[in-house]
């Protein structure tokens, strides 16, 4: 059995994400800044981040204090928009018509096979609830176990990393 | 970008799921025959047959005339169950705890973090949609596009398989 795996990296973009969502009007942070942050190795980050900007969730700077930030306000950046950034978009079942083969085919209705409808009614399914979460959402539950003490540790980081 | 794809064998399986649910009492069809049906590789179909059974899902019967059997009714047997035979049972987002890691990790609440628990719900939601389909289901629509013609070539065929 091979099991199915959301790439790790949907989990690294996505706390990157809720981390640029804090950063202060004109500041950016690195790659690796952002692998830095959450200790993860530097260059699958720095994929990642491509990804993103590919997808259109972050704008990359350019210049000596260049890096990432969000394209978007951070309730306008969903989970699901993360994900496809990572992932592609899918879907992930592919129907290959294989009702059509062999010695006793399946008349043609036009229709789509039951089986590849209801896979993707479940797919958009999961979409719609991870459409409804936001990069926003992360950043105010994150934001729910900060003291004073991680408050100045997470602004002297910020400061050295900006 | 490794986008997520679904194996090829889940709709292989659930069409033979199908073709096992129009099986007489008493009857069984090997993997080879289940191949042969769709036009599908033997050793492809034979491996997520195995899949199935050790699933629960089928049963394999011993001898000349032995091949695969529902394990239960149609109406028992999800696309969900399908899916979890061939892939695995998930989930398929898991969560590292990164934001533990690094210069400012956050406080541990004991509560999961948002962004885990936002693609947990989703693959709730996509699994209760894929366990709301059964094999049933599959078996009525394909039934639908059934003439004389094709019922009779079916039942020739199910006769030299079984």
Chains 1, 2 share one sequence.
Not at 85 to 112: L, M, V, W, Y
């Amino acid at each position: 059995m091979s099991a199915m795996r959301m790439n790790e990296g949907v989990e690294w973009a996505a706390h990157a994400c809720a981390l640029l969502a804090l950063l202060p009007e004109g500041k950016a942070l690195s790659a690796a800044a952002l692998a830095e942050f959450h200790e993860l190795p530097r260059a699958y980050m720095a994929k990642h981040m491509q990804a993103l900007a590919k997808a259109g969730v972050v704008v990359s700077i350019k210049g000596p204090r260049g890096g990432y930030r969000l394209a978007r306000p951070a309730d306008a950046v969903s989970l699901w928009d993360v994900r496809v950034a990572i992932e592609g978009p899918g879907p992930d079942f592919r129907c290959q018509e294989i009702r059509r083969n062999g010695p006793c085919p399946s008349h043609d209705t036009g229709k789509p096979c039951t089986i590849a409808k209801a896979f993707w009614d479940a797919e958009r399914a999961y979409q719609a609830q991870a459409r409804s979460v936001a990069i926003a959402d992360i950043v105010a539950s994150l934001a729910a176990g900060v003291n004073p003490a991680r408050a100045e540790r997470f602004n002297t980081w910020l400061a050295a990393n900006t």
